[in-house]
């Protein structure tokens, strides 16, 4: 026995192609192995006469009016891939308040407005799922949510921007930083204005969803104060990547006692350990925990068939729940109240990179009281370094400085804790 399930979708992107084009490759499939019928009734747009890249399926209404979609009684379910913020809420408020499922890959929205959204969904009895939000394919929010039930999650680090993981792995063989944009961009892997994923705040925004799955903190872009990777070069990287280490954006959050440590930041990942091998677009998310150790998940974190693909697996679960009448809303952790603090606040070791003889840093590091090993020519590691006496190094010397993945110093962090700190070394 076959059900039907009316489902409406509000934007026409690449995204929401993608989402068309798995729905009808797969329509046999699903109906098949999961006895359901997913019909697309309408699609909204901002222009109905826009060329398109994909092709409708028979019968499926395209409108320009959200209203049309996210308020026609017949429709049970809505797919928002619009990509905008003010728009797409008050789509998905309208639809849930109409007592709708809703699925989204909205991260900007789910990061800044989720919790809103979620405590409405429960108020209405609506499922509102959004895995494709972060990490592309990779079903990361999923798996925080099933699979760690029963076990404490300590930290969750990973490469979750796949522009910039592309740029830093095209930097690290010498492209320079516009080259690898110009290369990102033609081949459709960044935007023409990339601010966001460059700047650190794409992979912020996703941090803080993770922080609400794992911990069931919010956070806020001010407390992440993202770095991004607009200040490396490409000498920087290459000679990185020639003495042992890639760098890589990596958005890291861990908790330790009542105090939950945070970072975007381009960070040296040592070239044994596994997040160092992430190259391309690829994403991956590693997930320290007390039962279960280090679990490592990778999969395409940009494309539109990878994107598309979560989102309906979140449309079939959503389905699901419509025909047994039942609701859940993916939730974050019940909500606590944690000390917020960066990782560069926190003493660590740091690759430094610039045109500065040994002697120079040593000086330095007799005065400022540090320790420093020279790798090669214009490459140090530098031990012991403080927030303020890193400030000072960087006004007396023109050394780029990288944060060495898993080095922080737990032993001078003042908070007395039960809880033993973990250093992820990824």
Not at 199 to 207: E, N, Q, W
Not at 252 to 270: F, K, T
Request: net charge positive; with cysteine.
């Amino acid at each position: 026995m076959t059900t039907t399930i009316e489902v409406g979708m509000l934007g026409l992107g690449t995204v929401g192609s993608g989402v068309v084009e798995r729905l009808t490759r797969s329509a046999a499939k699903i109906e098949q192995t999961q006895g359901i019928r997913l019909h697309l009734a309408a699609v909204a747009v901002n222009h109905l006469n826009a060329p398109r890249t994909v092709q409708l399926p028979i019968g499926t209404r395209l409108t320009d009016s959200l209203t049309n979609v996210v308020c026609d009684r017949k429709i049970q379910l809505v797919i928002e891939v619009m990509g905008t913020v003010a728009t797409a809420k008050k789509a998905i408020v309208a639809a849930l308040n109409q007592g709708k499922a809703v699925v989204t890959a909205n991260k900007d929205l789910i990061a800044t407005a989720g919790p809103e959204l979620a405590a409405l969904a429960k108020k209405q009895g609506c499922d509102l799922f959004y895995e494709a939000s972060v990490a592309g394919g990779i079903p990361i929010l999923r798996t925080l949510t099933d699979s760690y039930v029963t076990d404490n999650v300590q930290a969750v680090s990973g490469i979750i921007n796949g522009t910039a993981n592309y740029m830093l792995s095209a930097m690290a063989t010498g492209q320079s930083y516009e080259q690898a944009l110009a290369t990102a961009q033609a081949a459709g892997y960044a935007e023409a204005d990339p601010t966001n994923d460059v700047a650190g705040i794409d992979a912020a925004y996703k941090l803080m969803i993770f922080s609400r799955f794992a911990f069931g903190q919010e956070l806020s872009l001010p407390q992440i104060a993202p770095t991004g990777i607009t200040h490396l070069s490409a000498s920087v990287c290459r000679l990185a990547a020639e003495n042992g280490w890639q760098i890589k954006l990596l958005a890291q959050i861990q908790r330790h006692g009542s105090g939950l440590y945070c970072r975007v930041a381009p960070v040296a990942v040592p070239v044994d350990q596994p997040l160092s091998q992430i190259n391309g677009v690829q994403n991956a998310v590693a997930v320290q925990s007390e039962a279960i150790g280090t679990s490592l998940y990778t999969g395409p974190g940009a494309g539109s068939t990878a994107t598309a693909n979560s989102v309906l697996n979140d449309v079939l679960v959503a389905a699901k729940h419509l025909i047994n009448g039942y609701r859940m809303i993916r939730n974050q952790k019940r909500s606590v109240s944690l000390t917020v603090t960066r990782f560069d606040q926190l003493p660590q070791t740091y690759l430094g990179i610039g045109p500065v003889a040994p002697e120079a840093v040593k000086y330095y590091a007799n005065e400022a009281d540090f320790s420093v090993k020279t790798i090669a020519d214009d490459c140090y590691q530098i031990t012991g370094l403080s927030a303020v006496k890193r400030k000072k190094l960087r006004a007396n010397l023109p050394l780029t400085l990288i944060p060495i993945a898993g080095t922080t110093d737990w032993k001078q962090v003042t908070e007395n804790s039960i809880t033993s700190p973990i250093n992820v070394a990824i």
